[in-house]
């Protein structure tokens, strides 16, 4: 494994190109271990998603990406926080597909739309995009939902 001590950027590009990047993450320690395709961001984990207006914040996450160093999956765990413009959703641990642009939340899952109410569930499956909704919950475990009355 390699250690930072810094921030990283999603597609691991040269900074002198002056792109912006898509995603920005900060931690107390990050590991990388390219011949694996997989970083581990550990304490204090936020991650700022540009494209899709989001923020994660977890204990640790672990990003696997393929060899053009594109980032195709991110696993949160501990104290998982998404929050989003109109939207708040927490769990013990998060699965994000990038390439599907789906997340699972995992374990006292719970999704908060202004306006909207909340869903509870062991598990819940959404789109990031906020505006296509969420999606379901487990099969055979009722979700909760709660619609606030005026």
């Known amino acids: 494994f390699f250690y930072f001590k810094r921030d990283i950027k999603n597609k691991l590009e040269d900074e002198s190109t002056g792109q912006k990047p898509d995603m920005k993450a ?9 011949a694996l ?23 640790r996450t672990e990003i696997h990406y393929n060899p053009d160093n594109q980032f195709k999956e991110l696993v949160a765990t501990g104290n998982f926080i998404l929050e989003q413009k109109g939207r708040h959703s927490s769990a013990d641990r998060a699965v994000y597909d990038m390439i599907k642009e789906v997340v699972t939340l995992l374990g006292n899952a719970e999704v908060r739309e202004k306006g909207q109410g909340a869903v509870r569930s062991s598990k819940i499956v959404m789109n990031i995009d906020i505006a296509k909704g969420i999606l379901k919950g487990e099969e055979d475990i009722p979700v909760r939902f709660e619609i606030p009355l005026d």
């Open 26 to 34: 900060t931690a107390n320690e990050i590991f990388i271990n390219d």
């Open 37 to 59: 395709k997989i970083m581990i961001l550990h304490g204090d984990v936020v991650m700022d998603h540009q494209q899709e207006n989001a923020k994660f914040f977890a204990d």
